[in-house]
């Protein structure tokens, strides 16, 4: 992905687009990711996925599970594994909020993207969310077509 491609992005290196279609998202935080040599250079090139994977707090840490960034095409022995669990950076009472949030029932910390912060670090927004049910997803997609459907007789009008 070349820089032009990053800033029509907005700047988001992986977006996980099945979050906002399985959840609703309650409360959005950004995080550091701490990663190694090869995950940032395959993460800037636009390679990971964020779909299945989920956040946990362990031991007083926070840690990504599931998220698949495949090993560096150009690395030797010492290359990453791709599904290795990957610890998030956040301060300790963001830590203890979380961890509260996420034994309600129903809740769970989903990384919604990976983007690059203005300093040109790795960052991951981090999603507080609430499953939905079927019957949502379909009002969802009801909701998506009616507002399209408007925008559609709006321009037609104006055109003439």
Do not use: W
């Not at 040109?120 to 379909?138: H, M, P, S, Y």
């Amino acid at each position: 992905m070349s820089g032009k491609d990053k800033k029509r992005n907005g700047g988001n290196l992986t977006v996980n687009r099945r979050a906002t279609h399985d959840y609703f998202v309650l409360e959005r935080l950004e995080t550091g990711i701490e990663l190694v040599g090869t995950e940032v250079k395959v993460v800037r090139n636009g390679e990971a996925g964020l779909t299945g994977s989920y956040a946990q707090v362990k031991n007083g840490q926070l840690f990504l599970n599931q998220v698949m960034i495949p090993p560096y095409a150009f690395g030797n022995r010492f290359n990453h594994d791709s599904l290795r669990t990957r610890r998030l950076l956040v301060h300790k009472r963001e830590i203890r909020k979380l961890q509260a949030m996420s034994e309600q029932k129903g809740l769970s910390l989903i990384p919604l993207r990976l983007y690059l912060s203005p300093k040109g670090l790795v960052k991951v927004e981090l999603g507080i969310c609430r499953g939905k049910a079927q019957e949502d997803k379909r009002e969802t997609i009801k909701r998506r077509e009616a507002d399209l459907e408007a925008r559609r007789a709006i321009s037609k009008h104006y055109r003439g």
